[in-house]
C-alpha cells in the first residue's frame, strides 16, 4: 500500500526564519511527487512536481528537492502570506490515469 | 488562468437524500477526478474518469456514488442515499492538458454537511 508521511504535523516560524518540512514515502511505480498549498476551506493548489531523485524546483521562497525516499520542502525567510498548510503526494500510474495519494500535511504559521 | 470551477460551494442535506456536487473542468482537459476531504484528515482519491468511463476507484466509492459527464463541460458526483459520514470537502480536480504532464489542478471544493 502506497504511504505518505509528512513532518512535522504544525510548524510556527517567526517571519524570515527559514526551515525545512519533510514528506517520506513508499509506494510502488512512483510517476511523481507533488506539493500542494492549502488555505483553510479551499482546494490544493499546486506548487510542485518532482520526477526524479536529485530533481530540484524553487518558486519564490519555496524550494522543493527528491530524493529516492523523501522530498523536502525548504522554506526561505517566510513571510506571513506563506502560513498554511502544504501537503505533499505521490502519483502512481495506474495504466489509464494518475492517483494521487496525499500525507495528512504540514500545518506553516508565520507569525511577525 | 484557466481554473476548475465547483458548484455548489456548499450543500446541507437529510441523511438518505440524494446529493449531485457539480464541477466544470479546465476545457483542454481529458482526465478527472474526485477526491474528499473529511475534516482534519487527509485528502482521500474517490475516482478517475476518461473517455466516458471509470478508470479507477478508490473503497470508498460504492454503489452509493456514480460519476457521470453529461456534456462536453460538465463532470458530475452523484451520492444516492447520503449518510451522515459522508460529510466532507469534496475536491474536483482535472489533468492532461498542454501544462506540466500528470499536474492536477483542484477547484475550490463543495462541502457537504448530511444531518
Known amino acids: 500500500e502506497d504511504q505518505v508521511t509528512q513532518s512535522p504535523e504544525a510548524l510556527r516560524l517567526q517571519e524570515g526564519e527559514s526551515s525545512s518540512l519533510n514528506c517520506s514515502y513508499t509506494?510502488?511505480?512512483?510517476?511523481?511527487l507533488f506539493w500542494y498549498r492549502q488555505d483553510p476551506g479551499k482546494g490544493p493548489e499546486f506548487l510542485f512536481t518532482l520526477y526524479s531523485a536529485g530533481e530540484e524546483k524553487e518558486k519564490e521562497r519555496l524550494k522543493a528537492t527528491l530524493t529516492k525516499k523523501e522530498s523536502f520542502l525548504h522554506i526561505t525567510a517566510p513571510k506571513p502570506e506563506d502560513s498554511a498548510t502544504y501537503l505533499c503526494a505521490v502519483q502512481v500510474w495506474t495504466g489509464t490515469a494518475s492517483k494521487l495519494t496525499f500525507g495528512t500535511g504540514t500545518r506553516l504559521q508565520v507569525t511577525l | 488562468e484557466p481554473e476548475v470551477t465547483q458548484t455548489p460551494s456548499h450543500q446541507v442535506t437529510q441523511m438518505g437524500q440524494e446529493v449531485i456536487l457539480r464541477c466544470v473542468p479546465i476545457?483542454?482537459?481529458?482526465?478527472f477526478y474526485w477526491y474528499r476531504q473529511i475534516l482534519g484528515q487527509k485528502v482521500e482519491f474517490l475516482v478517475s474518469?476518461?473517455?466516458?468511463?471509470?478508470?479507477?476507484k478508490s473503497e470508498i466509492f460504492d454503489d452509493q456514488f456514480s460519476v457521470e459527464r453529461p456534456d462536453g463541460s460538465n463532470f458530475t458526483l452523484k451520492i444516492r442515499s447520503t449518510k451522515l459520514e459522508d460529510s466532507a470537502m469534496y475536491f474536483c480536480?482535472?489533468?492532461?492538458?498542454?501544462?506540466?504532464?500528470?499536474?492536477?489542478?483542484f477547484g475550490e471544493g463543495s462541502r457537504l454537511t448530511v444531518l
Open positions: 480536480a482535472s489533468s492532461g492538458g498542454t501544462g506540466v504532464p500528470g499536474e492536477l489542478f
Open positions: 509506494v510502488s511505480g512512483l510517476r511523481g
Open positions: 474518469f476518461y473517455n466516458n468511463e471509470i478508470s479507477e
Open positions: 476545457s483542454n482537459h481529458l482526465y
